[in-house]
């Protein structure tokens, strides 16, 4: 059955009731809390809908695979405010909706972690979300009375209206006798309700890894671990004062947002996007709807002209309308989607399905070779490392990939796709396996973060050759690996946000774009144009 949205004016966003998640620091209990709460929400028939603060691909792939709830990213630095808000709208099926927006690290953190820009309090802003706070209450008492009021007082400096939009506190790690101690102190001192809270219970929180969080996959009974969760709110967690919360809120009158979805607007239907070849859901419970779909297909029913507005609001835009539509583009582009590569952002893959591409799913893990007759290879992020040996075993897959190179097929690469592009990858334990040789170059681990955060990535002008007509202007993503290479390439300059700290990186050909940033192609679509044109231009396609 095709759902519907409601397709909205730029001002305007879903009425739909929603919370965010946020807590003053990363490892506050945030991520648990919300598969806890969007698990209770489906227990409880609420129409849950997920969406992910900042860059981060692991913890919406826990709302989409282990909860079965389709989940977003919702990044500011990535987007425009009003691309933002599209999108968000876009995201929620309706207004009976019930929105969970989980946020990224201390609530404030932003760019450089020096500006409020892109942290999760600057989308709650945006799309004008109350926040529940989470404060991990583990050994400490009254002492979480002033830190709490710092960022009541921060928050009512910060907001757009001079209210507070953080409306609730959630404590974690505290007995219920203690709870309804620092409940008593924290609402008369302070005048914001404790809505709940969660014990002590090392079984009730996920295991974590470099990238954030271990892969849903990996954690063994991970969704009655969830349930369990979620069965602990029955009996902690006020849900009635929280609807409370929610319906008090008030919408600032400033065209950030609308009480209503009102008559006269477009109803767009949406297709489901087939299942694409997956073997991400061995070990994970059956029957969770969607569970391993990269994303939900939400942009078929829009125009090409409607999506680039949206996209290439200037002049660049206008170009692409004459040359790249759903009539006149008929390429395949083959996805690599399985364990080891699974660092998706649905906005991309939405962006190339709207120009007319079709998009076949295939596994480097567990297919022979890639899909036949396709013009483009997408190899996405993910833990390659943690599957080397497979992926070295898999030779006829390594081979095919890259005679699909050598043959002109275009490929673009990031992160752990490139790491798989390169001769050989020696991971933790210092052991070395053979990868596709379709790049000159070794990864290696090197025992430290590499690079991290955010950044933009320009072409060089002297490396632009016949593609500076095409990519003019800078493209937006970030890096976040452990792994470092001895061929990063050099055509792009990265340069960080509120820094003046740049690096090259990046290798750029007529058929290849690969390196470590992953990107985010709304925020440039000339990147999607050139691949496009390099595909439509590739002489021979895979037999």
């Known amino acids: 059955m095709q759902n519907e949205i409601c397709k909205k004016n730029k001002s305007q966003i879903l009425n739909a009731p929603r919370i965010m998640i946020a807590a003053p620091k990363s490892g506050s209990g945030k991520t648990t809390l919300t598969c806890a709460f969007l698990q ?11 969406f992910k603060c900042g860059p981060d691909f692991i913890d919406p792939m826990f709302h989409r695979q282990v909860l079965g709830i389709q989940s977003t990213n919702l990044d500011s630095f990535f987007c425009s405010d009003e691309l933002l808000k599209q999108i968000f709208s876009e995201n929620i099926k309706n207004e009976e909706s019930f929105v969970v927006i989980e946020g990224v690290m201390g609530l404030f953190d932003g760019l450089a972690g020096a500006s409020i820009k892109a942290s999760g309090y600057d989308i709650a802003r945006i799309t004008q979300t109350p926040i529940l706070l989470v404060i991990d209450a583990e050994g400490a008492s009254r002492s979480l009375v002033p830190l709490i009021k710092g960022f009541l007082d921060y928050d009512k400096e910060n907001s757009n209206s001079g209210e ?32 709940g809270f969660f014990p002590k219970d090392p079984e ?32 902690s967690l006020d849900f009635k004062a929280l609807e409370k919360i929610i319906g008090d809120f008030k919408v600032v009158s400033d065209g950030v947002a609308g009480k209503t979805c009102e008559a006269g607007f477009e109803r767009v239907s949406v297709k489901a996007m087939p299942e694409p070849q997956s073997h991400l859901t061995e070990g994970v ?46 390429l395949k582009i083959a ?36 899909p036949n007759g396709v013009n483009g290879i997408l190899l996405g992020g993910g833990y390659p490392e943690l599957y080397a040996e497979q992926l070295e075993s898999n030779a006829s897959m390594r081979k095919s990939i890259k005679s699909a190179v050598e043959k002109g097929i275009s490929v673009l690469a990031e992160c752990g796709g490139f790491m798989y592009l390169q001769e050989k990858l020696t991971t933790e334990n210092g ?113």
């Open 164 to 195: 507070n939009l953080i409306k609730g506190i959630f404590l974690n790690k505290v007995s219920k006798s203690t709870c309804l101690v620092l409940k008593s102190l924290i609402e008369e001192e302070l005048k914001i309700p404790v809505v």
């Open 335 to 370: 996805v690599a989607y399985d364990e080891a590569f699974c660092f998706y952002y649905q906005e991309n893959l939405k962006l190339l399905e709207s120009f007319g591409t079709k998009i076949e799913y295939f596994s480097p893990l567990h297919d022979n070779f890639i």
């Open 40 to 50: 209770f929400l489906k227990n409880h028939g609420k129409n849950p809908a997920a």
């Open 204 to 235: 009730n929180v996920l295991k974590s890894r470099h990238l954030g969080l271990v892969l849903p996959n990996e954690i063994q009974d991970l969704q009655e671990q969830i349930q369990k969760s979620a069965e602990v709110l029955e009996n």
């Open 431 to 543: 052991r070395s396996f053979e990868m596709c040789g379709a790049i000159k170059g070794e990864c290696r681990y090197t025992g430290k973060l590499v690079r991290f955060g955010y950044a933009e990535f320009k072409l060089k002008k002297e490396n632009s050759g016949l593609f500076s007509d095409i990519i003019k202007n800078p493209i937006k993503g970030h890096e976040f690996h452990y792994f470092d290479s001895t061929n990063n390439g050099s055509d792009f300059t990265a340069t960080k946000p509120l820094s003046k700290k740049s690096w090259d990186c990046l290798i750029f050909t007529e058929n290849m774009l690969a390196g470590f940033p992953h990107l985010y192609y709304p925020s440039n679509p000339e990147i999607v144009r050139w691949f496009i044109d390099s595909c439509k231009n590739g002489q021979n396609r895979v037999k």
């Open 285 to 330: 419970a059956e029957n969770t709807e969607g569970a391993c779909r990269p994303y939900e297909h939400s942009s078929s029913g829009d125009s090409l002209k409607t999506l680039l507005k949206r996209f290439c609001p200037t002049e660049r835009g206008r170009s692409l309308r004459g040359r790249l539509s759903p009539t006149n583009c008929s």
